[in-house]
């Protein structure tokens, strides 16, 4: 079945640095894929929409310029998070579209992000 | 994308069918009803889709009214490992992105 591979799993940076999280499809292209942001007990949050060889498209309220998505192959995204703080850690998700599938969204495993 | 209504949370004993329930009142016509699930601090997982037929498969299966408004989720002999919280989606399909609410947390218990 179609896997989507997030790397790191987990990661703790110091306040003011900058932390690259990677999205994978491993057997399909991805022409889209998303980002998610989800908080201790709350839902997703849709973050931004990565589309191959484009400028991400931002969910309002979400800075750009803070978390930077270069999606230049059909089989990689990557969200950086630019001078993270205390209140960005969280846990990030992506997900690629896949066409190849009847359901067509397959998810990463995530990525917890603490910020000290 | 329709907006969808779920209840918070649930209880099933183990061993028994889970009915989870969701409204999408405002369902257009071209819009799936996409169930995933998360376990904890896990990426979601896809259990069943469709569109105005009821579906099913290995997972469990989906119940769609007729009039669309409304749906059911069925996992037919929950077990402790089915305890997660379950979103129920609904989009226009492959074309579009994926917009979760708050959805339900299922408690699967001996």
């Known amino acids: 079945g179609a896997v989507v591979s997030q790397h790191p799993s987990r990661v703790i940076c110091k306040s003011g640095t900058s932390v690259k999280i990677e999205c994978r499809s491993l057997d399909f292209q991805a022409t889209t894929m998303f980002w998610y942001r989800q908080f201790p007990k709350q839902s997703l949050m849709l973050m931004a929409t990565?589309?191959?060889?484009?400028?991400?498209?931002?969910e309002q309220g979400v800075e750009k310029d803070k978390f930077l998505i270069n999606h230049a192959s059909l089989t990689l995204s990557t969200l950086t998070v630019t001078s993270a703080h205390p209140e960005d850690s969280s846990f990030y998700i992506c997900?690629?579209?896949?066409?190849?599938?009847?359901?067509?969204?397959?998810f990463g495993s995530g990525t917890r992000l603490t910020v000290v | 994308d329709a907006k969808t209504t779920q209840p918070p949370s649930m209880d099933c004993a183990e061993g028994r069918a889970a009915n989870l329930p969701c409204n999408h009142s405002?369902?257009?016509?071209?819009?799936?009803v996409y169930w995933y699930r998360q376990i904890h601090s896990q990426g979601p997982q896809y259990i069943i889709h469709?569109?105005?037929n009821n579906e099913t498969n290995e997972m469990a299966s989906l119940i769609i009214t007729e009039d669309r408004k409304s749906s059911t989720l069925i996992l037919p002999h929950a077990t402790l490992r089915d305890t997660a919280v379950y979103y129920c989606i609904v989009s226009s399909g492959t074309a579009s992105k994926l917009t979760f609410g708050t959805g339900t947390r299922l408690q699967v218990t001996l």
């Open positions: 997900s690629a579209k896949n066409p190849g599938t009847a359901y067509g969204y397959t």
């Open positions: 469709g569109l105005k």
């Open positions: 405002t369902i257009s016509g071209n819009e799936y």
């Open positions: 990565s589309n191959e060889g484009s400028k991400a498209t931002y």
